[in-house]
């Protein structure tokens, strides 16, 4: 945790939001993690770009319940950051992990999430376990495609408001870029 340090990752990610929002017509206000406050929660609703192992302010409201950002506890990948899924489905795994780094990194997960936040407002996390992972997440939400398939797995999504949902995506990456994304799974809160 760097105050001072934000991933390649990151960066284009908010690049790739800020496209994305100049195309409907809206523009986007950026702040850093530590400017955050609560009165933003209470009157805005807010994407988080990045983990909140790098993102704190993530911790003091409402986050993901279903795919969490843990440390690996013991073994060899112990101290790695994971994505647990705390309900698995028959399939699916109790936990992913980005390639691991005594490798040249081909995949990472990350999690896309709506979640409700306060006062009516939403809060979208979008956040891989590397930089890499983050920058794919914000890819696969700046795509109709992705975001037409994530809407299939949302039931009465295109009936009323969008119901908070939590999604874990496949992030492939070819010399430290994101190359393709897939969705792994979907919760609908």
Same mark, same amino acid.
Do not use: W
């Given at each position: 945790m760097?105050?001072?340090? !934000?991933?390649v990752?990151? +960066?284009?990610a ?12 809206? %523009? @986007? ?6 400017? &955050?406050?609560?009165?933003?929660? #209470? =009157? /805005? /609703? ?7 192992? *790098? ?10 319940? *279903?795919?969490? &950002? ?6 060899p %990948? ?5 994505? +647990? =899924?705390?309900h ?6 109790g936990?992913?992990?980005a390639?691991?780094? /005594?490798?040249?990194? !081909? ?13 009516? %407002?939403? +809060?979208?996390?979008?956040?891989? !376990?590397?930089? &890499? ?5 914000? *890819?696969?939400?700046?795509?109709? *495609?992705?975001?037409e ?9 295109? @009936?009323?408001?969008?119901?908070? &949902? ?5 992030? #492939?990456?070819a ?5 393709? !994304?897939?969705? +792994? ?5």
């Amino acid at each position: 945790m760097y105050d001072h340090y !934000t991933g390649v990752g990151e +960066v284009l990610a908010i690049h790739a939001l800020d496209e994305a929002f100049g195309t409907l017509g809206r %523009r @986007i206000l950026v702040k850093r993690g530590s400017l &955050f406050t609560l009165d933003d929660v #209470k =009157n /805005n /609703n807010l994407i988080f770009v990045g983990s909140p192992s *790098e993102n704190l302010s993530l911790l003091d409201i409402p986050n993901m319940q *279903e795919f969490v &950002f843990q440390r690996v506890p013991a073994g060899p %990948r112990q101290g790695d950051l994971s994505i +647990v =899924n705390k309900h698995p489905k028959a399939g699916e795994a109790g936990s992913y992990l980005a390639s691991p780094s /005594n490798v040249p990194l !081909t995949e990472d997960y990350s999690v896309v999430g709506l979640v409700p936040g306060i006062s009516g %407002r939403y +809060v979208m996390i979008l956040a891989g !376990t590397t930089t &890499f992972g983050t920058q794919g997440a914000v *890819e696969f939400v700046c795509r109709q *495609e992705s975001v037409e398939k994530l809407l299939h797995e949302i039931p009465g999504s295109g @009936i009323g408001p969008l119901r908070p &949902f939590e999604a874990l995506v496949r992030v #492939k990456i070819a010399r430290g870029v994101p190359v393709g !994304t897939e969705l +792994v799974s979907v919760r609908v809160r």
